[in-house]
């Protein structure tokens, strides 16, 4: 497989953080929800919306690589947040989580509010798509 190529229709400007569109070729892993906890359903910080996300994203990425893949080969994010006041105030911190960990890699994605995450600590549900190479 090669990379996932973007997409961007002739004359729109380009997004900023994340991709119109995305094409690739490979294996389609479908990532369930992750949420803000371990691997052993422990959350790691006090309810703080950054530390949940950045450990739900990390969840994610952990799932694509037992997969075989990389964090590059995610062709699309939905992330489900219970008050995007929260998201906003923390876009520093979740800049830099997902610099961290998805690197300069922009899938398409979308940002959902939603009233409330099946588990009630839970700030940010983040689920994902990737293509994976061939083995």
Do not use: C
């Amino acid at each position: 497989m090669s990379k996932p190529r973007t997409i961007q229709p002739e004359g729109w400007k380009r997004p900023r953080g994340y991709a119109n569109g995305m094409a690739a070729q490979g294996e389609m892993l479908a990532v369930a929800g992750q949420i803000g906890w371990d691997g052993q359903e422990q959350f790691a910080s006090d309810d703080e919306f950054a530390p949940q996300f950045r450990q739900a994203l990390s969840n994610v990425v952990a799932v694509v690589e037992a997969a075989g893949g990389k964090a590059e080969h995610i062709i699309s994010l939905t992330i489900y947040v219970t008050d995007k006041r929260e998201y906003i105030a923390a876009l520093s911190e979740v800049g830099a989580a997902y610099k961290e960990l998805v690197g300069k890699h922009f899938p398409t994605m979308a940002l959902i509010g939603v009233n409330e995450l099946l588990e009630d600590r839970a700030k940010v549900e983040i689920q994902a798509l990737a293509v994976l190479p061939a083995s």
